[in-house]
């Protein structure tokens, strides 16, 4: 078995014609952690559903383990796939106490699900509430209450759907590192959405990345940041700078002179710049520009660059120096640019 | 769950529930849709013998139409439901204002007090009134020493208006306090800080957020005094319900079925009129953040005013109805030829309650079930024609089922069944009311966490569904329990020979002029009404 999950071709379409899901054909290797990532409406819930076995897919055919799960002649109801979820609002029952929401998928005998409940109690670090219903407990220990509650009945995966997006922003970091341990500790295979490119690239294994019901690019954060299937993932996943122009082989013509490509191209071109990749000086041999704005990070800071025919530039510096509106520098390109065909947008490698 | 969910006010047209057409994961969804066509199958009896019994009319049938009589039966009719509705208005909106916004003294036991009123049948109070209001009746002995020696009576239009205005007035306080209570705060300050005095902020902003909860209560007083019985038999005011009453009673069967549809379609348009109400405008809180605490509102030198308010309220809704029974009980013992025991009373009439609450609730369970979880068009139809009773007044679906009993199924006529079919169709929008709100609560994720997590869509149902909907759902089995219990036209005509309740005793006793003989009945009712209001209103959070 080399694959934990493979789907194949995965279409969904609702009743009312929404196509949520196209013709998604993916593989996660055992103990992956993937993340489905792509803005809000691009069909990743409906994408994590469809494996959870609550929507049936219009065509496709979904495998776990060794098993078909669904496909044109098969649907394996949601508890007959040994998979596990975490809901966006945690879904813990409201009549039951924390112990009992974590027995709630054991089987056996009473004393083993005791103790499989203990264990998963001191994993979370929430022992002391076993006997706790849910309202009593803050958001945070709600949402590895979830997790633990998922895990109990040992799935081969487990789905958590945007599972840190109702934590305020201080209690989000904790949570997630918390949960990347426990995910690691229990060799967990996981598949995780979300629409925060940041949670993403710092958490995953591999990244998915889905607009409009389409799977891009399947990449590590490290390739998908820097080199984005097209103009819109390399928007997607942080700042990116874009200048016409012109391509002979490696080398290429623009506003910021000659640059270096990461790839041959000849022709018209779209190239991309992350601000980090320009280097921005008082003086130097580059391109001269004026700053516009200066937001400052503590660890770096934010420019907003006009060349000299106006075009703007978002650039990334240090905090050896400082600059403020106004200033006159010198813009130069540090690294290979990417550059995508001008029609298509599409990189040619 | 506020008691505004479970009595009738959701005369449901569509709802929006995230994640309808999802894949069905609690019980059997082929089982659900097959009972619920057979529930409804039963539904659409009275309506298809009423339609065939008007037909059957014919030319006579719409003479008959238009005939004066008939038009002044209408007429009647209207100015009745006109009348009550606009009093118990007046008499509900500043009752449910003083007993949630204000500093009256004892709000509690006001609100509680004004609630009971809901307990005594209409018929019940008017009997009372005939006797309180009538000659020689305790007004009278009120007002000799002013010298008031003759009073013109109470019966006909004053009389029907009187006790239906005293019978619905807490079907407005309820949805209206609800409201009141969710009135955002911050809106009344923002008002105030735009310069809007006390009467400003009633008028401007706390009354245009009223807008649904009074249309809500008002249309459901205004069903209830064209759909009532008691009320106008007693005080002999020929309008609808006791017109068709005799022509079902003489067995002229077309001429009460023309009236019956007649009827049927004036509760029709004051339902299409209400909806097109309710699609106007929208009154939510927008924006996040809990609603402020609501102050209480200083009465000053109003309070003593409010007080009387109050007081008169309480004391002709409910304390009239009780001392003219206490008096009659007093003299009970002396004249009561037709003795029937108490015990077979409480036994016939809980029995029969019972059996029609169970009947009803397991009949309403699929049918939200469908209107929650997979509301397609083709459910949603079977679910509003589920709701058919709401426009069904009790006498009509009497009428309906006495005719297809005796041309179709003269085995089932007169027998329990068909008496509980009756309630049953009467009373279903009530228990799928309360049933959908408390299916509409439970987060449709629960049911998917049990299923990934290894339970069958049956064990889904027995340990989440069932669980987290059983306050609801016993609220609306309450609910039908207590307006079975009191159902008197229904009752009158399906029942077997024989067969008395508590409603029918106290019906005969008045109609054979027995009237000492309505009051040991008539508080036995009061008490057992009352306990069960006490289970729903428990389950309503807002009377604290």
Known sequence: MEYMLETENLTKIFDDGVVAVQDISLQVRRDEFLTLLGPSGGGKTTALRLLAGFETPTRGRIQIGDHIVADDSHFIPPEKRRVGMVF??????????????????????KKDQAKRVE??????????????????????????????????????????DEPFSNLDTHLR?????????????????????????????????????????????????????????????????????????????????????????????????DLMIRPEALAVNFEGHGKTATVL????????????????DGTELIARAGVDRFFKREDNVSVSLALPALAYDAVSHEVLS | MHLSD???????????????????????????????????????????????????????????????????????????MAAATFAATLIAVPFAWLTSRSDLPWRRAWLVLGLAAMVIPSYLTAVTYTEAFGPKGLLQSLLEPLGVDRLPGIKGFAGATLTLTVVTFPYIVLPVRA????????????????????????????????????????????????????????????????????????????????????LVGMTVILLLLHSRMQLRGRHYRVGTGASRQLEAAPLGKWKIPALVFCGAVIFVGVVVPLLVLFKWLAG????????????????????????AALVVTLAAFPLALLATRRATGFNRWLVNIAYAGNVLPGIVIALALVMFATQNLLSIYQTLPLL??????????????????????????????????????????????????????????????????????????????????????????????????????GLALILVSAFALAIILRREGTVS
């Open chain 1, 88 to 109: 966006q609002d945690y879904a813990l029952f409201p009549h039951v106490d924390v112990a009992g929401n974590i027995a709630f998928g054991l089987q056996g005998s």
């Open chain 1, 119 to 160: 264990g998963l109690l001191s994993l979370v670090g929430l022992s002391p509430f076993a006997q706790r219903m849910p309202y009593e407990l803050s958001g945070g220990q709600q949402q590895r209450v979830a997790l633990a509650r998922a895990l109990a009945p040992n799935p081969d995966i487990l789905l958590l």
């Open chain 1, 173 to 269: 970091e904790q949570v997630r590192t918390d949960v990347r341990r426990i995910l690691l500790e229990t060799d967990t295979t996981a598949i995780f959405v979300t629409h925060d490119q940041q949670e993403a690239l710092s958490l995953s294994d591999e990244i998915a990345i889905m607009f409009d019901g389409k799977l891009i690019q399947v990449a590590t954060p490290h390739v998908l940041y820097n080199r984005p299937a097209n103009t819109q993932v390399a928007r997607f996943v942080g700042d990116a700078n874009f200048l016409q122009a012109e391509a002979h082989g490696m080398t290429a013509d623009s506003l910021l002179g000659e640059v270096k490509l990461f790839h041959p191209k000849t022709g018209r071109v």
């Open chain 1, 293 to 308: 704005w200066r937001e400052f990070y503590g660890h770096y800071q934010r420019l907003g660059l006009a060349l000299a």
């Open chain 2, 6 to 80: 479970v009595i009738p006010t959701r005369f449901r047209i569509n709802g929006h529930h995230q994640h309808v057409l999802t894949r069905w994961h609690v019980g059997n969804r082929q089982l659900a849709q097959a009972v619920s066509l057979a529930v409804v199958a039963v539904v659409m009896i009275p309506i298809v013998y009423l339609v065939n019994g008007a037909v059957n009319a014919g030319g006579e049938g719409v003479d008959y139409l238009f005939r004066a009589r008939t038009l002044r039966i209408v007429g009647n009719s209207i100015s009745l």
């Open chain 2, 179 to 262: 409201a009141l209570l969710h009135c955002d705060r911050s809106l009344e300050e923002a008002g105030q800080s735009l310069g809007l005095n006390r009467w400003g902020v009633f008028w401007q902003i706390i009354l245009p957020q009223l807008r649904p909860a009074l249309s809500t209560g008002m249309l459901m007083t205004a069903l209830y005094c064209l759909s009532d019985f008691g009320a106008v038999a007693v005080m002999r005011f020929n309008a609808f319900t006791r017109a068709i009453f005799i022509q079902t009673e003489s067995y002229r069967m077309d001429k009460a079925s023309v009236l019956a549809l007649l």
């Open chain 2, 332 to 355: 009970h013992t002396l004249t009561n030829p037709i003795q029937v025991p108490l015990t077979l009373l409480i036994q016939n009439t809980v029995g029969v309650s019972a059996v």
């Open chain 2, 420 to 521: 509980i079919i009756g309630y049953a169709i009467r009373y279903l929008p009530f228990s799928i009311g309360a049933t959908e709100s408390a299916f509409a609560q439970i987060n449709p994720r629960f049911e998917e966490a049990a299923r990934s997590l290894g339970l069958s869509s049956w064990a889904t149902l027995a340990r989440i569904t069932v669980p987290l909907s059983r306050g609801g759902i016993l609220a609306g089995l309450a609910l039908v329990f207590l307006n079975v219990m009191k159902e008197l036209p229904t009752t009158l005509i399906l029942r077997p020979i024989g067969f008395r309740t508590f409603a029918t005793r106290i019906w005969s006793a008045y109609d054979e002029a027995f009237l000492s003989s309505v009051a040991l009945p």
